[in-house]
């Protein structure tokens, strides 16, 4: 998944030490996630990053700042996608 996100991981975790959490929350990355546990295998010093994924993307939710505009997604878009993908894009994505 890394080839779709705008700001690595590692940009994230730095992000978060520095308390930019706007910059946070404008990243498709967060959302990109997959929680695949690949990152977190990967990870030199041990971090969990799937975790701190997670972390982000309650913290932007809490924020009631959805990543997903419901009204906004086309209604041919809607037709080819598989259900299971919007329930779980609903349940992820928005508050």
């Known amino acids: 998944m890394v080839f779709s996100m705008d700001l690595l991981p590692n940009q994230i975790i730095r992000l978060a030490q520095?308390?930019?959490e706007e910059d946070i929350s404008r990243s498709k990355t967060i959302w990109l996630c997959t929680?695949?546990?690949t990152c977190s295998v990967?990870?030199?010093r041990g971090v969990d990053l799937a975790s701190v994924m997670e972390a982000m993307r309650l913290m932007t939710l809490r924020k009631n700042i959805d990543y997903v505009i419901?009204?906004?997604i086309s209604s041919d878009t809607i037709k080819e996608l598989p259900q299971i993908a919007l329930v779980s894009s609903f349940r992820?994505?928005?508050?």
């Open 18 to 20: 520095l308390g930019l």
């Open 70 to 72: 419901v009204p906004q």
């Open 92 to 95: 992820k994505h928005t508050a």
């Open 35 to 37: 929680s695949c546990l």
């Open 42 to 44: 990967r990870c030199p």
